[in-house]
């Protein structure tokens, strides 16, 4: 359910507008990314993955792009939906550490109708 | 569409007490996870399994916490003496060999510890 007192950022966006959702990642050496979706009351659901040797990955409207010069990582959605609204993680992996994620803090999306 | 299972979906308990957190991963997995989420913080990995024994481990996993697979379905969490600050939400994740890194959560268990 709701996590009384989390202070997320919060991205409010308008049915039918883009949304861009930033994350910034601490270690250089991560080389695959995950962006995580998490509705309330359910587990973290999978959106869109990317390794290092990538830029840039489609999806069905969403887009991950990722700058590592400067550890950057986002999430865009085209034609943001209500069902959309949900809080937003990303994860970074470092394969030769194993494969446990590391979740960034997330992000709050709201869509107004 | 498969999905982890968890039971139950809240579980309050004394401070001292023994819990224990059931899962059933997707039935083809073999590897699987336990994640937690304190109230206001990040999803924080706990340990990974397989092959019937723990892969990794992170510094919170200390002599408290047990993992086990009793059987060809279950994979359950348990926590000896339950402490105030393990209240959170536990999450279970399981992946698929091969497709390393895309793991598939459960919907998790809230832990109440008063």
């Known amino acids: 359910g709701e996590s009384v007192g989390l202070h997320l950022p919060t991205l409010s966006v308008q049915e039918g507008d883009n949304s861009i959702i930033n994350c910034a990642y601490s270690?250089?050496?991560?080389?695959?990314f995950i962006w995580y979706k998490q509705e309330s009351g359910k587990g973290p659901q999978f959106i869109i993955d990317?390794?290092?040797?990538?830029d840039k990955r489609q999806g069905q409207r969403v887009t991950v792009l990722l700058n590592k010069t400067v550890k950057h990582l986002s999430l865009q959605i085209a034609a943001t939906q209500p069902g959309d609204s949900a809080v937003y993680f990303c994860a970074e992996n470092i394969r030769a550490a194993g494969n446990k994620l590391t979740f960034g803090g997330g992000t709050r999306v709201l869509v107004k109708p | 569409e498969p999905e982890v299972t968890q039971t139950p979906s809240h579980q309050v308990t004394q401070m001292g007490q023994e819990v224990i957190l059931r899962c059933v991963p997707i039935s083809n997995h073999l590897y699987f996870y336990w994640y937690r989420q304190i109230l206001g913080q990040k999803v924080e990995f706990l340990v990974s399994f397989y092959n019937n024994e723990i892969s990794e481990k992170s510094e919170i996993f200390d002599d408290q916490f047990s993992v086990e697979r009793p059987d060809g379905s279950n994979f359950t969490l348990k926590i000896r003496s339950t402490k105030l600050e393990d209240s959170a939400m536990y999450f279970c994740?399981?992946?698929?060999?091969?497709?390393?890194?895309?793991?598939?959560f459960g919907s998790g268990t809230q832990l109440s510890v008063l």
């Open positions: 990317i390794r290092s040797n990538m």
């Open positions: 270690n250089s050496a991560s080389d695959y």
């Open positions: 994740a399981s992946r698929i060999q091969g497709l390393q890194e895309k793991l598939f």
